[in-house]
């Protein structure tokens, strides 16, 4: 490479990169293995359909030739799916010359560009470019890095080395591994925020039964575990003693700041209330009514008393 960065033009070489990009057939592209970044049909995915309508992708892809000639993406997934959705037949990609730990360290770099990520999204983002740069070393002229580290086998320097390139402590990039540990039902829990990040820590040295006891529990109580109760479930589940019923006392606890709640179903409440109230002045009526039924209350009380 730097025999050609000696004795080429750029023009050549902005050449010999445009003639690696090319649009290709939707139907030969394949997604990337395991791709962990959701690609979700919600309002900004319309927005991009919208935008891929009226002036084409204007970014390409990036895709790597496979050996059966087919094509895997390594990053545009979701301009693939906007073309998808536009009715396009093809995908404007740049073809690159990657291994698939190259590809995986790649892939995870792009997608690190979006605005907003989930936690499952980044755990197993970070679990697959640890296992890539384990395995392979960093190629850090992806990344523009003149310094070209062999990490494997050194995992503090690895997940050193991804903190500092997004952000984050070594114990966070930990955390967020760990999180890939946990079920379905429970990581779901943690993108909603309703389970915070320790707490979901303590939860993932869980085996998979007792991990869907708390599901049951979560679902039972409709409140999810403090960071203590998982403390202590996993200090019993570590002696060997985290049953069924061990977990059941633990959840039944009441939290510190947990206060009691009235829940009110929407379409009972809704059919009382006269048509002509809006939605807006829903608990207005709802406290006029209470107040008034209340008053009531009190009156009958008193004339039965005399």
Do not use: W
């Amino acid at each position: 490479r730097s025999s050609d960065l000696l004795f080429t033009t750029q023009a050549q070489r902005d050449e010999e990169q445009l003639s690696k990009i090319r649009d290709i057939p939707l139907e030969l592209i394949d997604d990337f293995p395991d791709h962990p970044f959701k690609v979700r049909d919600d309002e900004d995915m319309m927005q991009l359909v919208e935008s891929v309508k009226e002036r084409g992708v204007i970014t390409p892809a990036t895709v790597r030739q496979k050996e059966d000639g087919r094509y895997e993406l390594v990053s545009g997934h979701r301009r693939k799916r906007a073309c998808e959705l536009a009715g396009f037949e093809t995908l404007r990609s740049e073809i690159v010359d990657l291994n698939r730990d190259e590809a995986t360290i790649l892939m995870v770099e792009s997608n690190f560009q979006r605005s907003e990520i989930l936690p499952s999204e980044k755990a197993f983002a970070y679990k697959m470019r640890l296992e890539a740069m384990k395995r392979q070393g960093q190629r850090t002229d992806l990344t523009s890095t003149p310094l070209v580290e062999k990490l494997a086998g050194k995992d503090a320097l690895s997940v050193s080395r991804i903190g500092e390139e997004v952000g984050e402590s070594r114990e966070q990039i930990r955390r967020y591994i760990r999180l890939t540990n946990l079920v379905p039902e429970l990581l779901e829990f943690v993108d909603e925020g309703r389970i915070k990040m320790r707490p979901a820590v303590e939860l993932s040295y869980l085996d998979e039964d007792c991990q869907r006891d708390v599901v049951d529990e979560i679902d039972l109580n409709d409140a999810t575990p403090s960071h203590d109760q998982t403390i202590r479930m996993r200090k019993l589940f570590n002696e060997g003693n985290l049953t069924t019923e061990a977990i059941h006392a633990v959840m039944s606890e009441e939290k510190p700041n947990q206060k009691e709640k009235i829940v009110l179903r929407g379409d009972r409440v809704r059919q009382l209330i006269p048509k002509n109230i809006p939605v807006s002045q829903t608990e207005d009526f709802v406290c006029k009514a209470l107040e008034h039924y209340n008053k009531f209350l009190r009156n009958r009380a008193e004339r039965d008393s005399r």
